[in-house]
């Protein structure tokens, strides 16, 4: 399957731990996004990358929340010092840059949840 | 603010039946239009896309839209479901340059034999 694959899909830890979810991207799309999930709700933007460079990050995305994507390739989303409040599902997705055609790619989804 | 409201929580509908489901944007974000479906347990798929052009969009699984630009609307409609539809629907629009997408906040429709 050559789909965006995320990793861990469940995850459930204490809070106050730290948890870190890796996405593997569509192999040629240079575009990746981080998204949050919450009950209810519609996914919220988080922070785009194109290559390696984090060119976009919402004020959702406090000091605890930190997003690297070293080579331009695979990114991983860490939370220090989890809080109850970052349970959710954390979204990535891929797409290619240029033009404007919009269509993202997800993946299945890292679930988080803070006992 | 740019946002992209989704009128309906929820949608009952019986099978074979008729469904619009409403999706309203504001006026400062894009007008690239997006209705993504998120079955259990699977990721976001694209069901239909407006970027320009015709106003009426057709879609995968029989779906539609239509943009309605002087109502900053576009509603989702399928003239007839089927259960395997049951299913949480986003409408999303474009905002920025990068393909961000601001997403509304679901509605989920539950198909009924």
């Known amino acids: 399957d050559t789909g965006v694959s995320q990793d861990p899909r469940h995850k459930i830890t204490k809070r106050g731990q730290n948890v870190t979810f890796r996405c593997d991207p569509i192999s040629e799309h240079n575009r990746l996004y981080w998204y949050r999930q919450t009950l209810g709700q519609g996914p919220e933007f988080l922070t785009y990358f194109q290559n390696e460079a984090q060119l976009e990050k919402s004020r959702l995305l406090s000091d605890r929340f930190s997003a690297e994507r070293p080579k331009g390739s695979f990114s991983t989303l860490e939370i220090q010092r989890t809080e109850q409040g970052d349970s959710a599902m954390y979204l990535c997705?891929?797409?290619?840059?240029?033009?404007?055609?919009?269509?993202?790619?997800f993946g299945e989804g890292s679930r988080l949840t803070v006992l | 603010a740019q946002s992209v409201t989704q009128l309906d929580s929820q949608v009952p509908v019986f099978e074979e039946a008729p469904v619009e489901l409403r999706c309203n944007y504001s006026s400062s974000v894009s007008v690239y239009l997006f209705w993504y479906v998120q079955y259990p347990n699977q990721g976001l798929q694209l069901l239909l896309k407006?970027?320009?052009?015709?106003?009426l969009v057709k879609g995968i699984n029989g779906f539609e839209a239509e943009f309605n630009k002087s109502q900053t609307s576009f509603h989702l409609r399928k003239p007839s479901v089927h259960i395997s539809d049951t299913a949480e629907y986003f409408c999303a629009a474009q905002s920025g340059g990068y393909n961000k997408l601001i997403f509304g906040a679901g509605t989920r429709l539950a198909v009924h034999p």
């Open positions: 407006y970027l320009s052009g015709s106003t």
């Open positions: 997705a891929s797409s290619l840059a240029g033009g404007n055609t919009g269509e993202l790619f």
